[in-house]
Each structure stands twice: as C-alpha cells, then as structure tokens.
T-cell receptor
Framework: EAQVTQNPRYLITVTGKKLTVTCSQN?????MSWYRQDPGLGLRQIYY???????DKGDVPEGYKVSRKEKRNFPLILESPSPNQTSLYFC?????????????FGPGTRLTVL | QQQVKQSPQSLIVQKGGISIINCAYE??????FPWYQQFPGKGPALLIA???DVSEKKEGRFTISFNKSAKQFSLHIMDSQPGDSATYFC??????????WGAGTKLIIKP
C-alpha cells in the first residue's frame, strides 16, 4: 500500500530532551516536507526537501533540523524542544516539484513538550 | 502574515444542503489552488484543485469557483452528507513549490 508513515504517533517529552520523529514514504517520491498544524493557523511548512541531500527552510524552521540521506526517509529532529513546539506534526511527500503533483500526508505526530 | 484567508472558521449545514467555504489570497503569483479534506486523527488529503486558467472545476458533488480579479476562490459541496463532516483547508502555491494554507474550516453536517 502506497503510504507515508510517521513514528511515533504520540510523544510527551520535557524541555531540552532531544527527539526525532521519523518519516518514511514508499512511493519513490522526490519531494518531502514537514508541517506543523496549530489551531487557527492551518498548516505551516517547517522544512522541505526536493531530493536526496537537498533540504531547505520553510516558513517556521527555527528549532528544527532535518536530513535527507535516503530518498524514502526524512526525519525531523528537535535538538532542544521547548513548550512552543507542542503541536501536531505532519510529514508529506509528492512525486516531484510540479505544483499539481498531489501531496500525500502521513497520519500525524502529536507532540507535547512540558 | 497569513497570505490565504479562509472563512468561516466553522460551519453547520443540514443534510442535503449546500456547504460553501471561501478563501482569499494576496499574492498574484499564486497559480495553483487545492482544497484538502481532513478527518479527525488523519492527515489532510487532496480533495480537488484548480488552476487560474479556468473559473470553475467540478468533481462529483464538489465544485471550486475561482475569481481571479477578486483573488478569491471557494469550495461548494452540493447535497452535503454527514460523511462530509471534516475540516477543510484551502491552499495556494506559486513557483517556489510551497503551499500556503488557510486556517481551516470545521464543517459539521447535521442529519
């Protein structure tokens, strides 16, 4: 089944404790991205990657890191999480960079930073 | 500053009625306008999309109306059903490949 998977689905952590949210897609997509979803703000892009070893900042990159060593994986790293990073996070992928390529989303990771 | 403004925040419609959600954008360079549907506990999924060379696109009960001069576009759901209850997001994109999202509309269809 073609899909985007994220792990973990739920995570409660404390301020300053490094964490990684994994994302993997099995559709051979070139483009992957991370979003955070907050009430009243819609989805905001954190980072995106147009191909292996190519990553770029989105609208809200502060406090986050990403890497794209393999085409299928795009982990999101929070080196020192803070309470304002409590949010619902989505990984997404699409075939290429054409605007009309459909973007597929993972099921989301709900992160709480205490 | 939000570049895509979506209204209303929430909407209650009777079964069989028409649901209408509106979006307005500022950047005239946007040339792709998708709508996404999100059910609780799930990621958003593409519902329907339009490019500015047409004024309307219809897929089943879902229609996008696009007004380029007013920089507005809207989603119409005809014969709304309880299964349509979800959060709907409009978005817009230009040549930088990034989607700019509206804040979302929570739609409830009352049986």
């Amino acid at each position: 089944e073609a899909q985007v998977t994220q792990n973990p689905r739920y995570l409660i952590t404390v301020t300053g404790k490094k964490l990684t949210v994994t994302c993997s897609q099995n559709m051979n997509h070139e483009y992957m991205s991370w979003y955070r979803q907050d009430p009243g703000l819609g989805l905001r892009q954190i980072y995106y990657s147009m191909n292996v070893e190519v990553t770029d900042k989105g609208d809200v990159p502060e406090g986050y890191k990403v890497s794209r060593k393999e085409k299928r994986n795009f982990p999101l790293i929070l080196e020192s999480p803070s309470p304002n990073q409590t949010s619902l996070y989505f990984c997404a992928s699409r075939l290429g960079t054409a605007l009309w390529d459909e973007q597929f989303f993972g099921p989301g990771t709900r992160l709480t930073v205490l | 500053q939000q570049q895509v403004k979506q209204s209303p925040q929430s909407l209650i419609v009777q079964k069989g009625g028409i649901s209408i959600i509106n979006c307005a954008y500022e950047n005239t360079a946007f040339d792709y306008f998708p709508w996404y549907q999100q059910f609780p506990g799930k990621g958003p999924a593409l519902l329907i999309a339009i490019r500015p060379d047409v004024s309307e696109k219809k897929e089943g009960r879902f229609t996008i109306s696009f007004n380029k001069s007013a920089k507005q576009f809207s989603l119409h759901i005809m014969d709304s059903q309880p299964g349509d209850s979800a959060t709907y997001f409009c978005a817009a994109s230009g040549s930088n490949y990034q989607l700019i999202w509206g804040a979302g509309t929570k739609l409830i269809i009352k049986p």
